[in-house]
């Protein structure tokens, strides 16, 4: 670990934060239902997925041998937890409001539960060799959340465009949290395997996954929208939206894909801790969980 990597490092807690959604409509970005359900799209393959990143981890416990890291990791697996609850809730109000997210959730819980899931396989190196290729995957999530994180917590288009305060609390403790953790999931597949081979190929399999569950889940939003005549999304769309700034920018989400498959790779390049930490430091819903937990000590 760098002088730099181990200045940013910061003890990982989970914050028992929790949101009111009554006030929140359903296109939470006045005038813009594809920014509003391309970004609704996380309520949906978040809960699933972290879900499987806590189930993996605890795994992968017994092969940790710094303890630093291991403490990394239970704080890391804490957050997540916190992450999948805090999504989930967002789903009954999407009811509502007269979208129904089922069947899109079952398909994201059969690709998490099953396709990722554990496999019937004899101890020993193939048991290993599984658990490895998932730790990798998860190393590869965790950058595309970390660049994420950093993006929604420098978006200042969406409070110039109205968007609902509450949900940009969530999206923002949620995205500063990630860049808080960032490095963890990285840091751990490195010190369980750290194969580059291993890296590039689950960094394909991780970005494939992401594209397509993303772009179904948009289009599910827009096309069952009970707002929406004709609801339809695009990467025309997309695009648009990257120029607005109101999502990433595709140029941004493209270039970020080299500088994970660098060798000199690590994801304390991404994002700022400070800035991470000033924003929990500043969310309404993390300083009510922090008095919270204040009260009941």
């Given at each position: 670990m760098?002088n730099?990597?181990a200045?940013?490092?910061?003890?990982?807690?989970?914050?028992?934060?929790?949101?009111?959604?009554?006030?929140?409509?359903?296109?939470w970005?006045p005038?813009?239902?594809?920014?509003t359900?391309?970004i609704?799209?996380?309520?949906?393959?978040l809960?699933?997925?972290?879900?499987?990143?806590?189930?993996?981890?605890?795994?992968?416990?017994?092969?940790?041998?710094?303890?630093?890291?291991?403490?990394?990791?239970?704080?890391?697996?804490?957050?997540e937890?916190?992450?999948?609850?805090?999504?989930?809730?967002?789903?009954?109000?999407?009811?509502?409001?007269g979208?129904?997210?089922?069947?899109?959730?079952?398909?994201?819980?059969?690709?998490?539960?099953?396709?990722?899931?554990?496999?019937?396989?004899?101890?020993?190196r193939?048991?290993?060799?599984?658990?490895?290729?998932r730790?990798?995957?998860?190393a590869?999530?965790?950058?595309?959340?970390a660049?994420l994180?950093?993006?929604?917590?420098n978006a200042?288009?969406?409070?110039?465009?109205?968007?609902?305060?509450?949900?940009?609390?969530?999206?923002?403790?949620?995205?500063?949290?990630?860049?808080e953790?960032?490095?963890?999931?990285?840091?751990?597949?490195?010190h369980?395997?750290?194969?580059?081979r291993r890296?590039v190929?689950?960094?394909?399999t991780?970005?494939?996954?992401?594209?397509?569950?993303w772009?179904?889940?948009?289009?599910?939003f827009?096309?069952n929208?009970?707002?929406?005549?004709?609801?339809?999304?695009s990467f025309?769309?997309?695009?648009?939206?990257?120029r607005r700034?109101?999502?990433?920018?595709?140029?941004?989400?493209?270039?970020?894909?080299?500088?994970?498959?660098?060798?000199?790779?690590?994801?304390?390049?991404?994002?700022?801790?400070?800035?991470?930490v000033?924003?929990?430091a500043s969310?309404?819903a993390?300083?009510a969980?922090?008095?919270?937990e204040?009260?009941?000590?």
């Amino acid at each position: 670990m760098s002088n730099t990597q181990a200045s940013e490092r910061v003890a990982l807690k989970a914050r028992k934060v929790s949101f009111s959604w009554e006030e929140t409509p359903l296109h939470w970005v006045p005038g813009d239902p594809f920014t509003t359900h391309t970004i609704n799209v996380l309520h949906l393959l978040l809960p699933a997925g972290e879900r499987w990143f806590v189930h993996v981890y605890k795994q992968v416990l017994p092969y940790i041998r710094d303890d630093r890291l291991r403490e990394d990791v239970i704080g890391f697996i804490g957050q997540e937890a916190m992450h999948s609850q805090a999504h989930d809730e967002v789903l009954p109000h999407l009811r509502e409001l007269g979208l129904d997210p089922t069947p899109y959730t079952a398909q994201v819980d059969w690709f998490f539960e099953k396709l990722l899931g554990d496999r019937t396989l004899p101890p020993g190196r193939a048991r290993r060799w599984w658990l490895m290729e998932r730790v990798a995957i998860i190393a590869a999530i965790e950058h595309y959340t970390a660049f994420l994180g950093n993006w929604v917590l420098n978006a200042g288009e969406l409070d110039r465009r109205g968007a609902d305060p509450t949900m940009l609390d969530l999206l923002r403790w949620h995205g500063a949290e990630e860049v808080e953790h960032r490095s963890v999931a990285f840091d751990l597949f490195m010190h369980v395997d750290g194969s580059y081979r291993r890296r590039v190929r689950t960094w394909a399999t991780a970005f494939a996954a992401i594209v397509f569950l993303w772009q179904r889940g948009a289009r599910f939003f827009m096309e069952n929208d009970p707002t929406l005549i004709d609801g339809k999304a695009s990467f025309k769309d997309l695009y648009v939206r990257g120029r607005r700034g109101t999502l990433p920018t595709t140029g941004d989400m493209i270039k970020s894909i080299p500088r994970y498959l660098s060798h000199s790779y690590h994801p304390s390049q991404e994002g700022s801790t400070e800035q991470a930490v000033a924003y929990l430091a500043s969310s309404p819903a993390a300083i009510a969980a922090l008095a919270a937990e204040k009260g009941a000590a």
